[in-house]
C-alpha cells in the first residue's frame, strides 16, 4: 500500500515547492516565536558602520543600521546585528541591550533591542 503524507502529484510539483513548502517553513519559525520564553539580555558596546554607494560618477558614504558589537559578539549572525529602523534611533548611542527568548524548537529569538549611551563604552 503506498501512501504519500503529503499528495505531491495532486498540487503540482511548482505549486508544492512554491506556496505550500515555504508555508510550511514560516509556520515553523511563527510556532518558534510565539511560544519563546525564558528571556534573557545581554548588552553589549556598538559602533555603526560605515557604507559607501554609488557608481563610477557617484560615490557616497553614510551610516547604516548595521552595528559592530564588542567582542565580536555574533559576527556570523547578521540579522542580530542589523535593524530596519530609522537612523536617528540609533544616533549618540553606542550601547545595545538585546532580549532574547527561546522558542519551543530551541532556537534564539530576538525580541527586543535597545540602545543607551554610556560612558563605559568611549573608544579610546
Keep these: 500500500m503506498k501512501r504519500n503524507i503529503i499528495n505531491v502529484n495532486k498540487q503540482g510539483k511548482k505549486y508544492f515547492f512554491g506556496v505550500t513548502f515555504p508555508q510550511i517553513i514560516n509556520a515553523f519559525f511563527l510556532i518558534n516565536y510565539l511560544t519563546g520564553m525564558n528571556p534573557t539580555k545581554e548588552t553589549y558596546c556598538f559602533r555603526c558602520m560605515v557604507a ?3 557608481s ?3 560615490h557616497q558614504k553614510g551610516k547604516t543600521t548595521y552595528v559592530y558589537l564588542s567582542g565580536n559578539a555574533y559576527e556570523y549572525s547578521y ?3 542589523s535593524f530596519f529602523i530609522d537612523y536617528k534611533r540609533m544616533l549618540f548611542k553606542n550601547q ?3 532580549t532574547f527568548e527561546r522558542g519551543i524548537f ?3 529569538i530576538r525580541k527586543d533591542f535597545e540602545f543607551a549611551f554610556s560612558e563605559n563604552c568611549q573608544e579610546r
Excluded: D, F, N, Q
Aim: charged share 25%; net charge positive; hydrophobic share 35%.
Design 52 to 54: 559607501e554607494v554609488g
Design 56 to 58: 563610477v560618477r557617484s
Design 79 to 81: 540579522m542580530t546585528r
Design 96 to 98: 545595545i541591550t538585546y
Design 106 to 108: 530551541g532556537l534564539k
